[in-house]
């Protein structure tokens, strides 16, 4: 079936620098991919996401590009904050959303100032 | 759009005893979902609804799990007989309306621990 692999935590990081958390996926077909975040105390929320190869979902300041060849969909930010501590689920679903979200194990990122 | 409501947020319980959730989606949302997430992991899926009716359940839901959306809009999740293994945070979350990727709405979750 359907499955997500991410790089396994804790990564910490000291503010300012650059983050990279891996994620890279099994599908048949073509499914959407998406990066999810849980703050602490908070429930799951969507961060970004893209539907096609070659796409690029952004959101406050994170960036991931859906790679087909690779089978990828890396999340980074150029600068982190101690705000970006949290859990991140990268995630997929069939294109057309007609499946369930399969989730990654998670990635715990903490931020140091 | 108050988000996704559930409740309780915390539920002790001894072994072999029955539980029930509550999860009230946002308004306009048809579909429901619950999931499971033990320490660790990522959510794992048990079961989703369109409107009221249940259109997949995971192998995870064994019969002593049963799930309900009786009028397409809040639903409850019951566990009988529980388990020390199914300690875990129930999640819900909401999508809609229509058809399509809109993306899920999570709750914040029941944490249940079995003793």
């Known amino acids: 079936g359907d499955s997500v692999t991410q790089m396994e935590g804790p990564v910490t990081l000291s503010e300012e620098a650059f983050l990279t958390i891996n994620c890279t996926y099994t599908?048949?077909?073509?499914?959407?991919l998406f990066w999810y975040v849980q703050y602490p105390g908070e429930g799951l929320q969507l961060l970004l996401k893209?539907?096609?190869?070659?796409d690029k979902g952004s959101n406050k300041g994170f960036e991931a590009t859906y790679r087909k060849e690779t089978t990828s969909f890396h999340l980074e930010k150029g600068s982190v904050q101690v705000s970006d501590s949290a859990v991140y689920f990268c995630?997929?679903?069939?294109?057309?959303?007609?499946?369930?979200?399969?989730f990654g194990k998670g990635t715990r990122l903490s931020v140091i100032a | 759009d108050t988000g996704v409501s559930q409740d309780p947020r915390h539920k002790i319980t001894k072994r072999g005893q029955n539980v029930t959730f509550r999860c009230d989606p946002i308004?306009?949302?048809?579909?429901l979902y619950w999931y499971r997430q033990t320490l660790g992991q990522g959510p794992e899926f048990l079961t989703y609804?369109?409107?009221?009716?249940?259109?997949?359940k995971s192998r995870l839901l064994s019969d002593r799990f049963s799930a309900e959306r009786p009028k397409g809009s809040f639903s409850t999740l019951e566990i009988q007989r529980t388990e020390q293994g199914d300690s875990a945070m129930y999640l819900c979350?909401?999508?809609?309306?229509?058809?399509?990727?809109?993306?899920?709405?999570f709750g914040n979750g029941t944490r249940l621990t079995v003793t």
């Open positions: 979350a909401s999508s809609g309306p229509g058809r399509g990727n809109s993306p899920l709405h």
């Open positions: 599908a048949t077909g073509y499914p959407s």
């Open positions: 893209a539907t096609k190869a070659d």
């Open positions: 995630a997929l679903s069939d294109l057309a959303g007609n499946t369930p979200l399969v």
């Open positions: 308004s306009e949302h048809n579909r």
């Open positions: 609804f369109q409107n009221e009716a249940q259109l997949e």
